[in-house]
């Protein structure tokens, strides 16, 4: 879906407590893996390491360091903005998913996230690139002041490193359960190897890294349902086999179930899934994270900042193929039942979330096991990678220079770019072990983030279409709008039963929770920020030049053809998603 | 130092050299074959899998080599692409 490795897990079914309760177990590993697979392995990391070292003279000053001197293409940032989301763990995840709710999962790429990106880079790109920000909470500080902006900086560059240092302790994991590889040994070289990376090349080492990360991603991985299709004898047969194997028709349908709570196997409704997904979640994620939103920053001019995320949307378009698709195979094809957490400890089988290194196995031979082992690395280094150089960009830019030391040199703050760097991987890296050591903490921090995604889209969205919104405004927003999020879900984490209320209804299952918290949220931070406004001093509008929509005309994108304007793009891409919805309605 | 190859050029460099050491093995099992077979190995995707991986990359590599020059271009640094 939309959001990237463990963070998607706040939103998600797929949890990774399998990981713990796998390896915990003493069985054996699910393969071994040969010298031509440690080769491949080998040279992918020879190549990551050289292209950091390359890349060291490109990335001097702040610009290029934490911008990539704003000079990557529509594609590469295109590329490189989705990959920061295709985490390792986002594809075992949502291919567990698919296995245990059917397609239901592939709205998580399809209404979870193209609307959104479509939107972002329609209508708010610009007012990001203009604006030249350098951050997420730097236009928050340029829009509403320096309280929204620290609130969001500090949230956001605490949740990153811990994230990273879960997500790094999960990948270790799966290496465990699926090559027996020593927990030490995969976090101290996949951590060491990104620190070097990214603190030699900065953003731009991140950007090139990401995007080959992203096509080894789908060289590796696209086997497997090219194969699975050619062993089922086709999509019709996997259909059928699949309402034989389930008992229902819903697990090959995405819309025609969601009429009620208790028609499908998610126990969600539509209006969750449009609402709180495709519009609070969807849109908080992938227009306010500046996780993602950094990619699109580092573009060489305002058409290439709004074409990468159109061009993005089309690819994550096609990611169900390599994820979602896998996952229904695997009900076909697999000669036992996969089951969740608890029984599989309990039992010794193989949970939901270990579809895809089975399918791997199942399918692949030496070689090619290798690439699709080093395609799942790729992709949790691609992740890592993006959490560190957005933690190094906000820690300098909104914390370090804004409040402790604001007339550093240039050098100084690119120095502190890459200390940053180094100091973030290690934090991840104690978030590891403090994790291997405390599980619990683990749901914890992946609920954090869910926190502050609504929230801050409602005020980012406000601030950006509406000129009235003040300062207070914003500031209370954001503050009720998360205490409401912490508050609803506590509320259900202490009394399971209130979900009948947050989800508005007795038949809601878990993933409902997630989404119609996130609404509520947003709806009660609009309301906030909107009633705060109406009672305080608005700003002049001089000040909110190149801030907000319709104080100042943007510049104007002179394009020498129809179809290399922006708009006709985003219009193909929504025509693919209005289709694919119909197709597997 | 300024970067002078092509984002592409790398991405050409990798699936050039994954596509030869898979399409070898590939070949290598024709007249070797595995005591345990994954699924469908009579297909020998290994073999088609690794030659199309290493043409392509042979082609980026080739048509993003990088080219001698007086001075580096902003596009060679975008990547040119």
Sequence with gaps: MLLPTARLLTTSAPSLGFLQSTAAQTKTTLASLSGVDILIIA???????????????????????????????????GLSFVSANLGSLELMGWA??????????????????????????????????ISKTHSVPGYLHLRYGDGARFVSAISFAFMTVLMSGINMYSMALVMKVVLGWNLNFSIWV??????????????????????????????GALLVPILGLIEVGGWTNLKAQMVQRMGSMQYVHLWSGLGHFNTNPMGVHWTGIVFG????????????????????????????????????????????????????????????????????VATGGHSYNEVLPLLLVRYLGPGLLGLGVTALIAGFMSGMAGNVSAFSTVWTYDLYGAFINKKATDRHYVAMGRWSTLVGVLISVGTAYLVQHAASIMDYVQ????????????????????????????????????????????????DPSALRYVALSPDAKDMAENLYRALWTWIVTVVVTVVVSLFTQPRPVKELEGLVYGVV???????????QKPIVWAGIVAAGFVLLNIIFW | MRAELSIWFFAGIQFLLFGLIIFL???????????????????????????????????????FWPRRGPLVTATDLKGNG
């Design chain 1, 447 to 494: 609920q954090l983030f869910s926190f502050f995604i609504a929230p801050l889209f409602g005020v980012v969205i406000l601030g950006m279409l509406w000129r009235r919104p003040t300062r207070a405004g914003g500031f209370w927003g954001l503050l009720v709008g998360t205490t409401t999020a912490i508050s609803l879900w506590w509320w259900v984490h202490v």
């Design chain 1, 553 to 563: 005309p943007l510049p104007e994108e002179h394009d020498d053809h129809w179809w």
């Design chain 1, 190 to 219: 996949s951590s060491i190897t990104v620190a070097v990376y990214v603190a030699l090349g900065g953003l731009r080492s991140a950007i090139y890294n990401e995007v080959l990360q992203f096509l080894l991603i789908w060289l």
């Design chain 1, 43 to 77: 040279v992918y990391f020879a190549i990551v390491i050289f292209i950091g070292f390359y890349l060291r003279g490109a990335s001097n000053t702040s610009e290029e360091f934490f911008m990539a001197g704003r000079e990557m293409t529509a594609w590469i940032a």
């Design chain 1, 96 to 129: 567990g998913s698919a296995y245990q709710y059917g397609i239901l999962a592939a709205h998580w790429y399809w209404i979870g996230a193209i609307p959104a990106m479509l939107f972002l880079g329609i209508v708010m790109m610009p007012f990001y690139y």
């Design chain 2, 25 to 63: 093995e590939g070949l290598w099992e024709l007249s070797h074959p595995l005591v345990h077979p994954p699924v469908l190995n009579a297909l020998h995707p290994a073999v088609w899998w690794g030659a199309g991986m290493a043409l392509a990359g042979l082609a980026y590599t080739v048509i």
């Design chain 1, 277 to 344: 997904l495709g519009f609070v979640i969807s849109f908080g994620y992938w227009t306010t994270d500046f996780l993602v939103v950094q990619r699109v920053l580092s573009a060489d001019n305002i058409r290439s900042a709004r074409m990468a995320p159109i061009l993005g949307a089309a690819f994550k378009m096609a990611v169900p193929f390599i994820v979602i698709l896998p996952g229904l195979l695997a009900i076909s094809v697999l000669p036992y039942k996969l089951v969740g957490e608890g029984q599989a």
